[in-house]
């Protein structure tokens, strides 16, 4: 049984996959596990971000994406600090 997470993602028994090209992203426990990731300076990707980082964060802050290997979608965006753990982790398992 297919169930849809989102636009970009379905829960194909234990599988995440891309929604669009159908490449498998990953599991339940760990649905982005497969996908690339890719980080960059949240300043130079966000045109609307005239304030430096540093004057709100004592951190360097960067963009990070996780990115569909099959099709290149974007599947999930975050502005975090660039020391914390690659991709915040969900999990779409159910506990027993």
């Known amino acids: 049984m297919t169930t849809h997470i989102d636009d970009?993602?379905?829960?194909?028994g234990d599988s995440?996959?891309?929604r669009h090209?159908?490449?498998e992203i990953g599991t339940a426990e760990a649905p982005l596990s497969k996908a690339l990731v890719r980080e960059s300076d949240s300043a130079?990707?966000?045109?609307g971000?005239?304030?430096?980082?540093?004057t709100f964060a004592s951190r360097r802050v960067?963009?990070?994406r996780a990115i569909c290997p099959g099709c290149l979608t974007q599947l999930r965006f975050e502005?975090?600090?660039a020391d914390e753990a690659e991709?915040?982790?969900s999990s779409l398992a159910v506990s027993r």
């Open 79 to 81: 502005i975090v600090p």
């Open 16 to 18: 995440v996959v891309c």
């Open 8 to 12: 970009n993602l379905d829960l194909d």
């Open 62 to 64: 960067v963009s990070r």
């Open 44 to 47: 130079a990707d966000n045109p």
């Open 87 to 89: 991709l915040r982790h």
């Open 49 to 54: 971000v005239r304030a430096d980082p540093t």
């Open 21 to 23: 090209c159908g490449t």
